[in-house]
């Protein structure tokens, strides 16, 4: 508990040694709030680099789109200098907007719902409650 003092205008709340210690300790300077944003993008950015080289890998190999992959391969720079890193920056932009987010609630509850079904069907009483 802050220790008050008596003034002329009325009593001041004098912070202890510790409150003090501590909000020195707890302020962050831009660069520090920058290194968290950074870290705390970064396995979205990453999942969304592994995911961009997989598309892009799969559209140049697949039978269906022989000729995308055909006009993906006459470029005079290799396309994944610039696809794979849109992907990612992408991939972390629909994180940040929850769009990520949104479609794992919906698969979670889709796969949950589809589960209740075939145990209401095959598996008497495996019924998940939620």
Known sequence: M??????????????????????LIAKKNEADE?????????PTLFSGLVVGAFVLQYIKKSDLTSSVGELLDDFPVPIELFAVPVFA?????????????AISGIVAKTSLDGWNVFA????KGAILKY
């Open 2 to 23: 802050p220790n008050s003092t008596l003034t002329a205008g009325g009593p001041v709340e004098v912070a202890s040694a510790l409150d003090m210690a501590t909000q």
């Open 34 to 42: 920058l290194l968290e944003e950074i870290l705390l993008a970064f």
């Open 89 to 101: 920056v992408l991939f972390a932009a629909a994180g940040k907007f929850g769009l990520l987010g």
């Open 120 to 123: 209401n069907v095959a598996l």
